[in-house]
């Protein structure tokens, strides 16, 4: 009896999830470029962190995906919560010195 109210319930969610995504494709378009300039920042963040790669090249991509970032994502309060993404986690400590704003 769970299983099938928990099935009942994964349909319905990533049924409304689609069904939001596909109504509201700005809000769905600011998501994706969030996603995608927050993942090439710590990716940036984790090669710099292991010595895969120099402070200044490190530096140069958190600019080169905040600026992506400002320029794909359509709200600013999205945009904000990016930007300030880079004072939380390894960007509070190990990366500080990279943080572009």
């Known amino acids: 009896m769970l299983t099938i109210r928990n099935k009942n319930f994964t349909k319905v969610f990533l049924f409304s999830l689609i069904s939001g995504s596909l109504s509201t494709p700005v809000m769905a378009n600011d998501i994706y470029w969030y996603g995608w300039s927050w993942g090439g920042m710590s990716a940036a963040c984790s090669a710099y962190q292991y010595n895969q790669m120099s402070k ?3 530096k140069s991509l958190v600019k ?3 600026n992506i970032g400002e320029e794909r994502i359509n709200d600013r309060n999205t ?5 300030n993404l880079q004072t939380k986690g390894a960007f509070k400590d190990e990366c500080k010195s990279l943080r572009s704003y």
């Open 79 to 83: 945009y904000l919560e990016l930007k």
């Open 64 to 66: 080169m995906f905040l």
């Open 56 to 58: 200044e090249d490190a």
